[in-house]
């Protein structure tokens, strides 16, 4: 396929981009957009190191192509903090010590994010639910989940 003008809102900014429709988003993101907290895991969807939010649902970047985000809203790691500051669950994660390598962190904080937004308090049970298939190759799955966790039992969050 040709290249066309693909557009989208990316962390709260109109991107448009010329690119060919078919071209991954993962790529997009990290190559012309400069934003390398996306990362590059399985390739395939599995692993979950790659997720962003894409109109507030955790998305794997690295099997959707920019035609799927067409006039939709982009989010990555870097478009999470503001005003300078972390947010609430990156705040977690540090303080509950839920990264190790950090490999994984962005893609879990992302679809952490995507459950508060629908749920804002659930259980424990929900949450490991809801990162059964983020990977994290440390180790770390109890203190990510006690991250996560300790947001929503209440700590402040920003939307």
């Not at 996306?38 to 939010?53: E, I, Q, R």
């Not at 203190?143 to 402040?156: D, F, H, K, N």
């Amino acid at each position: 396929m040709a290249a066309a003008a693909i557009h989208f809102t990316l962390n709260g900014r109109p991107v448009a981009l010329e690119a060919r429709p078919e071209r991954l988003l993962l790529w997009a993101l990290r190559g012309e957009q400069g934003l390398t907290g996306t990362k590059y895991g399985c390739g395939v969807g599995a692993c979950g190191a790659c997720t962003v939010l894409v109109d507030g649902r955790a998305t794997r970047s690295c099997v959707t192509t920019l035609a799927e985000v067409e006039r939709r809203e982009v989010v990555t790691i870097e478009g999470v903090a503001r005003n300078g500051g972390l947010h609430p669950l990156q705040q977690a994660f540090i303080d509950h010590g839920a990264l190790q390598c950090g490999y994984c962190t962005p893609g879990m904080v992302l679809t952490a994010h995507a459950l508060l937004a629908a749920t804002p308090h659930p259980a424990r049970e929900a949450i490991a639910a809801a990162m059964e298939h983020q990977l994290c190759r440390c180790g770390a799955h109890q203190r990510i989940l006690a991250a996560i966790e300790s947001v929503a039992a209440g700590a402040e969050r920003s939307p």
